[in-house]
């Protein structure tokens, strides 16, 4: 599958940024030493079960800025509960650089590759005293179904606030939070 992920974080930034109306605001810098291993971004027009657009990595060997569009190939995700909530990374790949064009799903990477991914949703947030729990590893299907479902979510609910949704979301499907 083939889409766009809109840049919030580059790679081996600290910085976390969200796009608010527009803009760019900082969020936070990572309490520890650990910086992104990836660009971090989202999908347009989706809603995860966090209240927040579904959550995209790509891998490149550059550092995208934030704000920027990036055309990539989805090849499987990572599952993790983040605060007691389902939070679903979906893992890409840059899709405009021919020396990516052998990686077609997660087996084509480096096994570091995904440990250094697992290592930092691990831990990335120890120091602000807030449990992350990586739940696993899936296929394209997994994400190609988890996208789909984010875009209805977003159908359905963009209207909502954040804290209304979540709320709404933990009495209608109980099991997507802890």
């Known amino acids: 599958m083939k889409t766009d992920i809109v840049i919030e974080i580059s790679k081996n930034s600290k910085i976390k940024y969200?796009?608010?109306n527009g803009r760019l605001k900082v969020?936070?810098?990572?309490?520890?030493?650990?910086?992104?291993?990836?660009?971090y971004g989202y999908f347009d027009k989706t809603l995860d079960w966090d209240g927040d657009p579904l959550d995209a990595l790509?891998?490149?060997d550059q550092k995208f800025l934030?704000?920027?569009?990036?055309?990539?190939?989805?090849?499987?995700?990572?599952?993790?509960?983040?605060?007691g909530e389902t939070d679903t990374k979906i893992i890409t790949v840059v899709d405009v650089d021919p020396r990516f064009d052998n990686i077609n799903k997660l087996s084509d990477l480096n096994k570091n590759i995904l440990l250094e991914f697992k290592d930092f949703f691990e831990n990335y947030k120890n120091l602000q005293n807030?449990?992350?729990e990586i739940l696993g590893f899936e296929d394209i299907k997994f994400a190609?179904?988890?996208?789909?479902?984010?875009?209805?979510?977003?159908?359905?609910?963009?209207?909502?606030?954040?804290n209304k949704f979540i709320s709404e979301m933990k009495k209608k499907y109980p099991n997507k939070y802890k």
């Open 27 to 39: 969020d936070r810098i990572l309490y520890g030493a650990m910086n992104y291993p990836a660009n």
């Open 58 to 60: 790509v891998i490149s």
């Open 130 to 132: 807030k449990k992350v």
């Open 18 to 20: 969200e796009i608010e």
């Open 66 to 83: 934030p704000t920027s569009i990036v055309p990539v190939r989805v090849i499987g995700a990572i599952k993790m509960i983040d605060n």
């Open 144 to 162: 190609e179904n988890e996208i789909k479902e984010a875009k209805e979510l977003y159908q359905k609910y963009h209207h909502l606030q954040k």
